[in-house]
DNA sequence: TGACCCCAAAGGTATGACTTATTCAAGCCA
DNA sequence: TGGCTTGAATAAGTCATACCTTTGGGGTCA
């Protein structure tokens, strides 16, 4: 997944840096610095801000030099910008959004599920419900966690809506975010592992609405224990 | 707002050219062919595949070439991306993708704005409201769309969510598209306008609960004008 | 048949020369 | 004084070229 070659470094290196405000909006970066500070050649630092410019995190000006954009410019939406962001200062926040987003599509994704999930995708999720039950009992998290990203991840997919099956990585970090940080109980609520069943229930049986109801349980429940006051 | 520079117009060709399918999933394009067939040098060339690499609408590797991902790879929340796929052949689906995920958020954002607006959103929502009922009677769809983009632009940012507010011109490129390709009667419904009403007064009343019903009533209609068969 | 090795092909990196846009300031005119 | 023109400095943008590194594929040999 990561991106290989210098200008991949390169870039792994200043992303955090911007997105952590380590290098802050205003700052101006001028190539000749960048190759001298990273000992790079100026095509791997173009590369760089090339990419780094596509997802508005800089602006390259002649004259002014690479100028850091303020975050309201940057693409929320990018795979690595929101990993960037999760790994750093930037989380809480990138948490919440992502919780937020959740809210939004996760229903509505297991509501469209409903009238289109295959058989495959029934038993699939059944299955998936069957371990969450088993594994939240046990106390195992990383098993837990590992069926639960699947779980999500395939109703967005199920949902046969691209916009929503792209986002299934997003929902995996913020799930696996709140494990690694002890942000779980150590034995997942029973009353969402129970939702969880309802969600594959009423997915088999076609049932939109339902499906869509028991989802919209588990996330505004999940935002609700992350973070109990403000739900932005 | 285009991207300027040589590799800017390389990029504004391939991109479209992938998007749209002329150049097919599993096409290799060699960047000595690239550099001949734009009479470029290969530091331009290399700065746009970096680019289309980032989007995941390609793949470069030694000793094989620059391979076009299969669409499922794709960034489908780029704004480029997003943008050439609504000018080019896959309009329809993207439309589609984008109604679906504006009956998630759009309905969710207009909740958070209500517990969040501040005055100003407030008079400027309800101000857009007005305008809206005018020309909609007036039957000026110009100025209707001009004014239907501002009044989901401001909800969206209103929300307080930045993820939510990126989507603004996803959304915003959604209504235009509607517009220009006349799917839009020549007076927009009057149910349609009285629930952008029904919006800003619950906004302005902070009632959650009724902004997001009545924006979910917005959106689910305007899909299914758009696609009454298939609400996917 | 299969394992191994070698080479050519294509991307990756480095570098120097040159071009172009843009800012900033000095100078000029009103 | 104030605004406008002009020019020089600067940093990004582009090009051409050379060389490095990886890797897929074909050929060889056991």
Do not use: K
């Amino acid at each position: 997944m990561e991106i290989q070659g210098l200008h991949g470094r390169l870039l792994a290196d200043l992303g955090p840096a911007i997105t952590s405000g380590e290098i802050p909006e205003g700052s101006v970066l001028r190539s000749e610095e960048l190759e001298a500070r990273y000992g790079v050649s100026r095509t791997v630092v173009r590369e760089a801000v090339r990419v780094l410019e596509a997802m508005r995190l800089v602006a390259s000006r002649r004259r002014v030099g690479t100028t850091v954009q303020p975050r309201e410019a940057w693409d929320v939406f990018d795979p690595l910008v929101i990993r960037w962001r999760l790994a750093g200062a930037d989380r809480g926040a990138q948490l919440r959004s992502l919780g937020a987003l959740r809210i939004a599509v996760e229903p509505v994704a297991a509501g469209l599920a409903a009238g289109l999930a295959t058989a495959d995708h029934c038993r699939e999720l059944s299955a998936l419900a069957v371990e969450l039950t088993v594994t939240a009992r046990s106390g195992d998290l990383r098993a837990f966690l590992r069926h639960d990203m699947a779980f999500h991840a395939l109703v967005l997919r199920a949902s046969g809506n691209e916009m929503f099956a792209h986002l299934a990585d997003a929902v995996g970090a913020v799930l696996a975010g709140r494990t690694e940080h002890e942000l779980m109980p150590h034995h997942p609520a029973e009353y969402a592992v129970a939702l969880h069943r309802e969600v594959a229930e009423a997915v088999c049986a076609q049932d939109g609405a339902a499906a869509e109801r028991a989802m919209r349980g588990i996330v505004t429940g999940a935002l609700e224990e992350l973070a109990p006051s403000d739900p932005v």
